[in-house]
């Protein structure tokens, strides 16, 4: 089993780590990618997201180990921003690949409930009137409970 | 010893990081910050790292010199 963990401080190209990802796994059934973007339309001109690096990292690799105990996987990739982005900007991507479909769909929501709520990043919006800390949702954490077992 | 601050924590301490002389316990440290930013960072929902390491009790605190002490306030996501 394979991870490939990063945080990315400039604006990334999910393809050019797919790509490869997926081609590093021969025998595989299935690959499930998801990429989160910065919406546009809501009035946010930017994004910003901090981080720590002596936690957020970690944090990162220990929830693709999570990944791989829990779902029957070959293989899994996450990636996340940091730093100043804008709107159509990827964010984030997560692809899983298994042998069988179930395993890297569910391999990859559960990643991503993870990085929503429980993972160690702050964000910020600019808006026409200047910048704004983003609080955590009750929804991302009604999401986190999905997997509680 | 150096302080960083997370999130709008760094914007109520008016820096991302501060240097502070050790050694210090956490009645030391919380007495070196303005009033605000003390009442801020003793919530319970700001945790500490030091040295990268979450401390389970703030009250435990002991900082020597050399030591990165880190406010975490909660977590927006990614």
Not at chain 2, 39 to 46: F, I, L, P, S
Request: charge should be negative; aromatic fraction near 8%; glycine fraction near 10%.
């Amino acid at each position: 089993m394979d991870k490939d963990v990063r945080l990315l401080t400039e604006p990334f190209a999910p393809g050019a780590f797919v790509g490869p990802f997926t081609d590093a796994h021969p025998g595989l059934g299935g690959v499930c990618t998801f990429v989160g973007e910065v919406r546009s339309g809501d009035g946010v001109e930017a994004l910003e997201l901090s981080h720590y690096a002596p936690l957020t990292l970690a944090g990162m690799d220990q929830l693709a180990d999570a990944a791989l105990e829990r779902f029957e996987l070959m293989g899994i990739l996450i990636l996340h921003r940091v730093g100043l982005m804008h709107p159509g900007e990827p964010i984030v991507c997560v692809s899983a690949c298994a042998r069988h479909r179930r395993a890297a769909i569910q391999a990859v929501d559960f990643a991503m409930d993870h990085l929503k709520s429980n993972a160690w990043f702050w964000k910020r919006e600019k808006r026409a009137d200047g910048w704004h800390w983003i609080e955590p949702r009750v929804e991302d954490h009604a999401d986190l409970a999905r997997w509680a077992e | 010893m150096k302080l960083v601050f997370l999130g709008k924590l760094a914007d109520l301490a008016g820096a991302s990081e501060l240097e502070l002389p050790a050694p210090l316990n956490w009645s030391g440290l919380l007495a070196t910050l303005e009033p605000e930013l003390g009442k801020a960072v003793r919530g319970d929902q700001v945790r500490i790292a030091v040295d990268g390491e979450l401390l389970a009790d703030k009250e435990l605190l002991a900082a020597v010199d050399g030591t990165e002490i880190a406010f975490l306030p909660p977590v927006s996501g990614g």
